[in-house]
């Protein structure tokens, strides 16, 4: 009954499993775009999607070139125990209930609030009974024989995919100087400040502005970035600061690296690190917004700059905030959680 | 004859001295800002204003209310000898025989070219003879003496307006880390690439995008940032990166500054230093664009972020580019160099 | 001690007389955008500010170059008696009780809700006591006698002033066909729905999108312009349908007016009917946006196109939703009330 | 040679027959659209993309979820007879030469400008030897049996697609009222304009600005329109408004009609006329661009206003101008040439 009729593929997908997913939090920009691609994938079909104040609603979703109205339906008539995965799209401090709900019935989650990752959004508090604290972080370029089979798996933040994607394989070949300031002004879409009406992200507000906010370190994904820093061996002191764009999507982030080596080429270190990884772009020009935009991938560029006593490198990193930043990161790793093609549903 | 009807003003002007006053390029944004400038400026009239590819026609400009259609000249009519002071807003490069025209002519200069800035935007050229190799650099704030009285002024480049205005007081009170980086993440309005039409500054490549570009210390006004920094007294390596924003005007500098002591006040070396300044204004929270646009302010915040093993200080700087960053800041030198109220017709 | 220090005017005043100057409802756009006209009035003096919801909090004011932080009272302490003229800024419904207690209080006010306009918003409701039901209609173009000395103004529509302003030439000279269809096409700024945060007024909502609202002769202004063109002597049906633009601020209204006979010169209606005023612009290219952006004006452009058996006149009438729609044409009322020179304070 | 390796089709294409498509003129933004939906289409390959001063540089594209870089060679260079199908995106005026190469190369053709159109764009010149004067219209929804197997294909003007589906289900109902006035208030977003940097186009010009251009029944779309119109049994006069929006993509009409007889249910037209169009939207609400975007459909709304004497219909139609307003329906048409499944390659 909840297997909607507007799932009803036309692909051919043969004898492919068809696994049913759910959404928990399907209102807001998160949950919509994993809606979309859930409906976009070759063998997912939407089992449930819930909304707390808009229950009983549809939510109209583009996806494989129509427009669905996906039922929205309260999150306690969720049937949690007949889906195959869950992904939860509940705000920050809401969402470790229902992954302990998700869990207890048996079903897998990936969870896309800060509650299970690591730092824990700077948060300190007593998780759920059966919500493990050291979920793996659901980032498969660095992470991802952890992910592969899991059966929870915290989804990153989406400032920390676009900087640790490009900070990682640095960190790794030891090239950030010990001790060193990692200094990164990020600038975001406003859709990653979610649904909730909020004077500052009226369209008035936001049009011809451009500010910083959450500065000072204050930001809740320094928390995650910080620890994957040293599990990835770097001790660097990382100073983040987010800025609103006047854009709807998307991630630039710019990072200065002090080097413990000089480098002849900027992007060496990236490629030797993502030379087979499906969602890394490099690129020899610098990244923009617009080639990110609805796509699940990082892109990434870099620059060694000139008179410059202190080797530096100066890395730029672009993503979509809702696709490889929130929902497409998810699908991701549902794949690899489900033991799927990790591509699978990722290429429209 | 050149004295045109349009600049007939109907404020209360009195016995105030009027200068005449002449615009070498008034077709692009820089050049149009100052016509309405000085349109509306109590004691100045428009004595010409040029334009090389579209003399003979009529640009419109809104100044103190109302609309007003000035007439282009081609550069060869322009009165240089009848005007008390000519504002040279032509491309680098191009300017510096024109500076030397009018110096010929008698008549004082506002360059608002890299032409004779200090570092020479990076160019190594002869200047034309008469043209001062060690013009006084327009930035009121840091170089007020020798820019009164002055008769050839190199007005600064808007994003080292931005910077230096942030930056010189932290190093003239020592307080940037010797031979620390310091890096700068510049984010401008469109209106700073100028008038010409180039594909990548149409609409539909501009909105909902964001890049970097002139990246790895390369830009322009790198030349006169370095050159300033090390008069005021800092021997910081700069690493500037400028990127381009879905919006018309302003300009907002993100700069991270490695400290040679701690703070316990983020703002206090600004407190001090521009207790008295028209045009610089402090705020607790963030500089916005939207704060700063049509007006001729440098406005400052600052962060001292937390978890920092380097004392660091983060500061926010925004103009509007055109403004405190071209022409207002051009009209501020102007009164300096006649002698007038320097915030003259820039209370509007 | 309600009479701000903000409000010193630094402009030479001499010996003018002063208003004192009250505002009801000062925290939205048109009351925003009436506390800065005040503070740039020559002759105005703000006497208080109130704000239901954000009392006791300050509100950030750009006026005459600076940043004024003008105190936010509520509507109770209002000292309503000791103004000369009140601006009630209030939502529909809620203003004509305000509109009582200053006329109770012996003040003149100008009423910028729909409450005592003509037509009432097409809501039937009775006015309190006190308040007339047939108060002048504050457009001076079109009805200056009935405003200079009035006690009590309704202030027209925004849609309704850039519409009204375009047709009564039309209409006072027979030129609209009788019994003929009259339909407009408008768009306006985002500005114009208000300050409440409302889903479909954010960023990510608004920008790259274009849509029509309030469609079929439901929308709110149409009441005022029906009986508007009633007494202007026309008996056509108006057709009115709003649109919402990604821009901040600004109405376009494309009008096609069937004629009673034909016209050899599009705009000769107009300059017959508007030679003398002030804030009436004619163009003989075609109104845009940015020609009126911040400015109390109505700018129109007329064609008459090709090809129609119907003799037909397209009308494009442009203003500042928040100026001449709103704010700026309450002062060009108050002007006219207090018995000063009409454009006083509106030629910034 | 020419059948590039970057079309490789990932793909399940299995034993489906494979055309092969050539693009003359891919730089602009029709063509680069094209690119993009001929890439990921499941039965056409890539023969050949040209451009004429672009050539020898390779054109980015995003299809199927990654970025193609194709190669840009020159028309001359074009093996024309090699091609199954031809899509000309090239100027008006220069087009029609080329649709002459084509077909004495015997090759299918698209041409997407107006030379082959109905109405000719207005334009009186002779058609180079072999090009009919008479080819199909390529408006599937109305003229599907002419399209089907045809050899050469007028792909209709983007706002003629918004307008003509809309209207069309009217005229041929008989519900213009006759001898009337359709009036049509459209809005396009920038990317109508082409890619050819204009000075009017750049961003500092479109953002925060609305006006309406071609006015006075000159725009090119309208002789296509007329044409149609009397094919379709009306003859109303159409008076078309074209209007340029801050926005990348979209085009909304605005339609009042005057009905020859009252109607009860404003979509009741569109419900009868349009029951098995896969490319056609009805919505009881209003349509938005957002709903649009990157959609290759036509979303019709309509609303019945109050008040008017004259029975009147008004009708919103909105479009991608790049897919369903030229790249979309050229692919359509395509595959009604080659007699393939008429959405193949459009449901993405």
Chains 1, 2, 3, 4 share one sequence.
Not at 65 to 86: C, F, K, Q, T, W
Not at 115 to 123: A, C, E, N, S
Not at 189 to 197: D, I, K, N, W
Request: glycine share 10%.
């Amino acid at each position: 009954m909840q297997n909607y009729a507007f799932n009803m593929h036309t692909l051919p997908v043969g004898s492919q499993p068809s696994y049913r997913i759910g959404v928990l939090g399907a209102s807001g920009y998160s949950g919509r775009e994993l809606c979309a691609l859930i409906l976009g994938h070759p063998q997912f079909s939407l089992h449930f999607a819930t909304a707390h104040s808009q229950k009983g609603s549809t939510l109209r979703v583009r996806a494989a070139g129509r427009v669905h109205d996906v039922p929205l339906i309260g999150p306690d008539e969720a049937d949690l125990a007949g889906a195959d995965l869950v992904f939860a799209a509940l705000p920050h401090g809401a969402s470790a209930e229902w992954v302990a709900k998700a869990i207890a019935a048996g079903t897998r989650v990936v969870d896309l609030s800060s509650d299970l990752r690591p730092g824990h959004g700077g948060v300190t508090h007593a998780l759920p009974d059966g919500v493990p604290h050291d979920a793996p972080y659901g980032m498969p370029e660095l992470f991802r024989s952890s992910v592969q089979g899991a059966r929870v798996v915290a989804n990153p933040g989406c400032y920390a995919t676009s900087i640790l994607v490009a900070l990682a394989p640095l960190a790794k070949a030891g090239l950030i100087a010990p001790g060193s300031t990692v200094s990164i002004a990020s600038a975001s879409g406003v859709s990653g400040a979610g649904v909730t009406p909020k004077f500052e992200y009226m369209f008035a507000e936001v049009a011809e502005n451009f500010r910083a906010y959450g500065v000072g370190n204050s930001h809740r994904h320094l928390f995650e970035m910080r620890d994957t820093m040293q599990k990835l061996g770097s001790d660097c002191d990382l100073l983040f600061t987010p800025h609103l764009l006047a854009v709807d999507r998307g991630i630039l982030s710019t990072i200065t690296v002090p080097l413990s080596r000089p480098l002849t080429d900027a992007l060496e270190p990236f490629r030797a690190a993502y030379a087979n990884e499906p969602f890394v772009e490099l690129t020899t020009s610098l990244p923009a917004l617009a080639d990110v935009q609805h796509r699940n991938v990082v892109r990434i560029g870099a620059v060694l700059p000139s008179g410059m006593r202190q080797p530096t490198l100066l890395v730029f990193s672009a993503i979509d905030n809702l696709v490889k930043g929130a929902a497409g990161q998810a699908v991701q790793n549902a794949n690899l959680m489900l033991g799927l093609d990790e591509i699978a549903g990722l290429q429209q």
